[in-house]
């Protein structure tokens, strides 16, 4: 691609990196952005500077906050007895559309993928483990999604912690293998939450 000015070449650079967009789709949303009103493109960019720079990750389930305890954490009304364990953040965002969990979240940071490189110390799952020996925890729902990659980190997390005196439950699979948890509606997601059958259960299944 032949470009007229160094400064859009680089910015359809910048905007390429992003997954899912091309060269192509990055000079359309230069352009456009060029088109728009000028401090419509600065809010735009300033958002992203300042979630870059200033979020911050909740001390306790690794959620993304503007707080060193996110709201969800800081709540007295949820169950701190009842913990979710989520992939990211973007299942945490699902399953409170549901509302039908009133626990608090871990959130991994991803799933074990030695495909990938990505093991067991890559991703959040110590602090869990700490919190189950802590005693406050009585229950653990798994809500990894459904995939090989989902079943070997329950599977892992499941042998760190079964000596504790913590029940182990994971969602119930009406959700089509390899479905991710963000695409599935709420009234099924929610129903999976509340359906959720011992993990060692499913082992067997
Ligand atoms: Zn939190």
């Known amino acids: ?21 091309g060269k192509r789709t990055a000079l359309r949303l230069v352009l456009h952005l060029l088109r728009q009103p000028e401090h419509q493109t600065f809010q735009l960019s300033d958002a992203l500077s300042k979630v870059r720079a200033e979020i911050n990750f909740c001390r306790s389930c690794h959620n993304i906050s503007d707080k060193e305890l996110c709201e969800i954490c800081a709540n007295p009304n949820r169950n701190e007895a009842l913990i979710c364990v989520v992939e990211d953040i973007r299942d945490v965002m699902a399953i409170e559309n549901t509302s039908s969990f009133k626990g608090l979240y871990h959130v991994l940071g991803g799933k074990i993928s030695p495909m990938d490189g990505i093991g067991p110390q890559d991703l959040n799952i110590n602090s869990l483990v700490e919190k189950v020996k802590s005693g406050q925890v009585k229950e653990l729902i798994f809500a990894m999604s459904p995939t090989m990659e989902g079943d070997t980190t329950n599977f892992y997390i499941f042998r760190q912690i079964q000596d504790y ?9 009406g959700v089509a293998a390899g479905n991710e948890l963000e695409y599935t509606d709420e009234i099924t997601l929610g129903r999976s939450i509340i359906d959720r059958v011992p993990f060692e259960a499913s082992l067997k299944s």
């Open 1 to 21: 691609m032949e470009f007229s000015s160094k400064l859009l070449e680089n910015a359809v650079n910048e905007m390429s990196q992003l997954p899912g967009i």
């Open 165 to 173: 005196d913590v029940e182990t439950s994971t969602i119930a699979r």
